[in-house]
């Protein structure tokens, strides 16, 4: 069953933006932390924003200025907004979505493409 869908993605001309959205199964309880990663080919999957139950958020230096993490506990919803779109943008965005349990679930979405080209 899967327990995350993403949606939002898309090819997206320098410059531009989008807002990728991620929504957790209504059976996931005590979501501690959502949140976006990228991967792109030949490099570690990167943190690019999460955003924790509490409101604590972390932004990787790269996206600093230009994305926005919001969520929406009562939807189990974690959104990105990104702005100022980047060539090097361009990767496979995974959602997340961890509980508070360090023993508990840990589970990403099936990544959606973002492509930053003209």
């Known amino acids: 069953q899967e327990q995350l869908a993403e949606s939002g993605g898309g090819l997206v001309q320098p410059g531009g933006s989008l807002r990728l959205s991620c929504t957790a199964s209504e059976s996931l309880r005590n979501i501690y932390l959502m949140g976006w990663y990228r991967h792109t080919p030949g490099k570690l999957r990167e943190l690019v924003a999460t955003?924790?139950?509490?409101?604590?958020?972390n932004y990787a230096d790269s996206v600093k200025g230009r994305g926005t993490i919001s969520r929406d506990n009562a939807k189990n919803t974690v959104y990105l907004q990104m702005n100022s779109l980047k060539p090097e943008d361009t990767a496979v965005y995974f959602c997340?979505?961890?509980?508070?349990?360090?023993?508990?679930?840990?589970?990403w979405g099936q990544g959606i493409q973002v492509t930053v080209s003209s």
């Open positions: 997340r979505a961890r509980a508070s349990d360090p023993n508990g679930y840990d589970y």
């Open positions: 955003m924790t139950i509490g409101g604590s958020i």
